[in-house]
Each structure stands twice: as C-alpha cells, then as structure tokens.
C-alpha cells in the first residue's frame, strides 16, 4: 500500500476546517465529550451536514454520499471530533445505510434513506440477544408469517440508543426447520409498533444508553423485509464487513491523546511538568506510535473494504485488536495522569452541587467516562476471542 500523503489532502482539511468555522453555529461546537450526542443534537447536525451536501460522508455519490477518499473520510471525523460536534446516527451512515444500498427495493431506499439523511429519523441495531452475543446465530426471536404481516415475539439486549431511535433493524428467525443461519431473516421495525417494550440498562459510566428490548405479537409489514426470507446472514455478514474499519474510532483514539498530552503539558510535579518526566514521556511515546501504527492500519482496511477484498476480515479482526487494547490503555494513561483528579467519574453530576476549582477540571470531568465505556470496547462488536478465532482460522488456512 502506498502511504505517501495525497497532495491535495492539505486543502481539503482546511475546506473541513473553514466550514466547521464559518458555517455551524457556537453552540454546535465544543460541545462535552460522550459516547454519542442527545437526538435533538443529532438531528439538527444531520439536517446541516445535509444542506451542506455532507449528509452521507460515508457513501459513494452513487448512493447520495460525498464520494469521498478514505483519507479525507478520516480528515472528516477527525476535524469534527477536534472542533467538538454532534455525533451522527453511525447506525444508519455506516451500518444500515450500505445494507440498504445494496439490498433493498427502490420503495425502501426511498422511505427510509430519504428521512435518515434529512435529519428525521434515527435508528437503532437488533441483533444481540441473551443467549445470542458472540454466537449471533443462535438468536430465537420469531417472525411468523402471518398475511402481509410478520408477528414479532422474543427479545434483544445491549440495544444501544433504543430509547431515542425511531426505527430499528434487527435479525429474526423466519425458519427453525433449517440451519441456523439459514433461518435467519433481516427486518425494519418502526419503534412506535404496539408491543415494544424498551427498559434501560445503566452501564458502569453511570449513563443510559444501553436497553434491553422486548417484542410481544409485533406485527410488522412483510414489505419492511429486507432482501428475501432467510438471508438475514449473509446481509449481516456484508454489514460487519463494512464496519472493520471504523472499530478502531481512530477520532476518538486522536482526541485522547491530544488530552493525554495536555494533561502531561500542564501538570505540577515534583522537578516540572508531568511531560520532563522520562518514563512518561516515553510511555507517551510508545502510545503516540501504536496510534500511528493504527492509523496506518484503518486506512488499510478501509481501502480493502471498498475494493471489496476478502481477507480484509481477518485484517480487520487484527484491527479490533490492537485498537480496542489502545482506547483501554491511553484513556487509563489519562486518569493515571491526573492522580487524583482522574477519580471525578461522571460528568453530568447534579449541577448546583458546589465544585472547588482543580487543574484541568472540564477535562477531569469526562476522563473516568471514557475509561470505563472502553472497557467495554474489547466486547461489544465481537469479544476479542472471537476475533483472536478469526485470526487463528484463517492463519490456519494459510
């Protein structure tokens, strides 16, 4: 692969920076750091990005995206992430969106797409159950034929952001006769169906974005059936393997560790700052390289990924890896750094409590956060087991 860096590359950073500048308002900017924005955020971001005719990033101009690089993919969020921004609905822009673009009937795109980009739907992703994490197969929420309508009965868990989503996608088992996988079919559910129950799970950050999901005699129109009767795996196979790339959160991993240097920049020690310290100053150089390494890395992947080459799975699986291990490892340098500044949890405390001024307090504030949602990070979108499996299958092959 060829990394010298695209002349032009320069230009387009600054045209980011420029709109970031002059076209999105103050309180769009800067905003506290989280796991992902509240939905009137989000919304009103995705309706600017549209405007702009940035509202799908991620796309080809085929599909309605910008059509843009890798490269400049990465600028994109990396520059958003610096200036502070919303987040946008990852479900739809890089899960949902490329599934729809390839599977779906003109009907579907046009009712679902549409409203997505234009900033007036959410979504959110149902495919884990409690019996059904790493080995998705084994999910047993039925869908049985019934007339034009599917009716929906089981349960799923760790359903990020259900709570705020209008629609969700999900796995359903169609046909228990067959394999499991081949039993498996990929369905549209409108949130706001008669028999969906949405409970909350609180995560060790203190925050609520985690749900468990309960569907009682849903009905669902056959016509929200993507693809045909059974196929739910091999779109779900398509969808994961468009995502490799952006497990790392590359933005995320960068904004750590611009902190990390500020913190290392700006604390008091004993002959200094915490930076003219050689044994930080090292392990801070150890994580900037493993961070270039993965840099390096996503752009890889990301450019097998839209040629479509199949061993970017294992390359991918690696990539989880050793990114995952990194978010862990620089956002617990973080809270180390700070000493005891770093053990102010959770950053939405009760706002009229009394806080005495500390050294980097905005930024203390979220440290312990990201740290504990990180810890998460080696689990969700597949344990690293399940990818060191990966890994050792295909090795074996070779």
Known sequence: MDFQADPGLEAFRQE????????VPADLKGLPRCTRSPRAEILRWQKLLRAHGWGAPYW?????????????????????????????DGFVQKMLGPVL????????????????????RLWCQGFSEPGAGSDLASLKTRAIRDGDHYVVNGQKIWTSYAHHADWIFMLVRTDTTVR????????????K????????????????HLNET????????????????????????????????????????NRYMRELRRIAATLDVADGKLIDQPAFALKLARLDAELRAIGMM??????????????????????????????QRITEAQVEALGDYGAVAYAHWHEA????????????RGIANDMFVRRAATIYGGTSEVQRGIVAKMMFRL
């Not at 980011?16 to 076209?23: A, P, S």
């Not at 949405?198 to 609520?208: C, F, G, L, N, T």
């Not at 009905?219 to 995502?243: D, M, Q, S, Y």
Request: proline share 7%; glycine share 6%; charged share 20%.
């Open 16 to 23: 980011v920076r420029q709109f970031l500048r002059d076209k």
């Open 60 to 88: 080809p101009v085929a599909h309605g995206g910008t059509g843009w690089s890798v490269e400049q993919m990465l600028v994109f969020d990396d520059e958003c992430t610096a200036a502070g921004t919303p987040t946008q």
């Open 101 to 120: 673009n390839a599977f779906a009937t003109p009907a579907q795109k046009a009712e679902h797409l549409r409203a997505a980009l234009d900033g007036e």
């Open 180 to 191: 499991k996988q081949a039993g498996i079919s990929f369905l549209l559910v409108d949130m």
């Open 193 to 208: 169906t008669p028999g969906i129950t949405v409970r909350p799970i609180r995560s060790i950050d203190d925050a609520h």
């Open 214 to 253: 309960f569907f009682d005699n849903v009905r669902v129109p056959v016509a929200n059936l993507i693809g045909e009767e059974g196929a739910g795996w091999n779109i779900t196979k398509f969808l994961l393997n468009n995502e490799h790339a952006t497990t790392a959160d590359l933005p995320d991993l």
């Open 298 to 327: 996503v752009q890889r992947v990301a450019r097998m990924e839209m040629a479509h080459d199949p061993t970017s799975h294992v390359l991918g699986s690696m990539l989880k890896l050793r990114a995952t291990d990194l978010q």
């Open 353 to 364: 409590a009394p806080a005495q001024p500390y050294p980097l307090q905005d930024l203390a």
